[in-house]
């Protein structure tokens, strides 16, 4: 091989790693529906290197796969709602009479977090029927049971009352 083939050889490769190394490309097709944004000339920030098609200057990529705005992000915007409770289970303790002017029940919250429920209470002659009906809310803490009083508030009906009724579930309120 005579020195001009060895000049020349030299110069194309060198001719190659300067393309390389400033970023110029051969190009493929001229953007005729082949997946192609123009190809060759200088690269720019317009490109898309990451993309499996030749990018030209202007193809952009408007769908960003590294932002964490959307999809299941496993929250709701930072706030916490807390969890309602189940109702509360109502155990009749003791029933009013005229030595204790009211009735004694204990409610029991085994859900997970601490709730307020309604307890009611219907206070009831010896023929069945309702004297007075008394309600009232109750905060009781997670897994806990809390004693309640809750009063008759009727002198009359006090010495009338044979039994007392109570739901065996208090709502959440």
Excluded: W
């Amino acid at each position: 091989m005579t020195s001009r083939g060895k000049t020349l050889r030299l110069t194309a490769v060198s001719a190659l790693v300067v393309l390389a190394l400033t970023g110029f490309s051969t190009g493929r097709g001229h953007g005729h529906g082949s997946g192609d944004d123009g190809g060759g000339g200088c690269s720019s920030s317009g490109q898309n290197h990451d993309s499996s098609g030749s990018g030209g200057g202007s193809h952009r990529d408007y769908y960003d796969d590294d932002d964490d705005d959307y999809g299941d992000s496993g929250g709701s915007g930072g706030v916490d709602t807390p969890a309602s409770p189940d109702a509360a289970t109502v155990t009749l303790v003791d029933c009013a009479s005229e030595e204790t002017p009211y009735a004694t029940v204990e409610v029991g919250n085994s859900d997970t977090v601490d709730g307020t429920f309604t307890v009611t209470v219907d206070f009831v002659d010896a023929g069945g029927a309702t004297l007075v009906s008394r309600t009232q809310e109750v905060t009781v803490p997670a897994g806990g049971t809390t004693p309640v009083r809750i009063d008759v508030d009727d002198a009359e009906s006090l010495p009338l009352i044979d039994e007392c009724d109570v739901d065996s579930f208090a709502p959440a309120v």
